[in-house]
């Protein structure tokens, strides 16, 4: 099992990034995908999750509006797209999963859920 993520970078408050997870050794669309940041000096925070079987998302309340999860099954790949990004959104982005079908309404926020860590991706917002 293997997870890549990518399209991080640096943009002005305000902007947009896509972020996408790239997933090996297992069909992601069965299983439920998760993101998380860390920033520094803080702690790992759950951004979003999504569900494998019905697509059901969660989203912590402080991206609620302004980041979506989706999921492309042709490519294996799961998406992120961050818009009306604030300073701080700043952090080091990965994607998640225990593989476990559902995101799990209760716990999907919890990080030591989820055994399988992607390389993260730096996303820097600053004017």
């Known amino acids: 099992v293997q997870l890549q993520a990518s399209g991080g970078g640096s943009v002005q408050p305000g902007g947009s990034l896509r972020l996408s997870c790239a997933a090996s050794?297992?069909?992601?669309?069965?299983?439920?995908i998760g993101w998380f940041r860390q920033a520094p000096g803080k702690e790992r925070e759950g951004v979003s999750c999504?569900?494998?079987?019905?697509?059901?998302?969660y989203y912590v309340d402080s991206v609620k509006g302004r980041f979506t999860i989706t999921r492309d099954n042709t490519k294996n790949t799961v998406h992120l797209q961050m818009n009306s990004l604030k300073p701080e959104d700043t952090a080091v982005y990965y994607c998640?999963?225990?593989?476990?079908?559902?995101?799990?309404?209760?716990?999907?926020?919890?990080?030591?859920?989820?055994?399988?860590w992607g390389r993260g991706t730096l996303v820097t917002v600053s004017s």
């Open positions: 050794g297992f069909p992601l669309d069965r299983y439920a």
């Open positions: 999504i569900s494998g079987n019905d697509g059901k998302s």
């Open positions: 998640v999963t225990s593989l476990s079908i559902y995101c799990s309404y209760y716990y999907w926020t919890r990080a030591g859920r989820y055994d399988y």
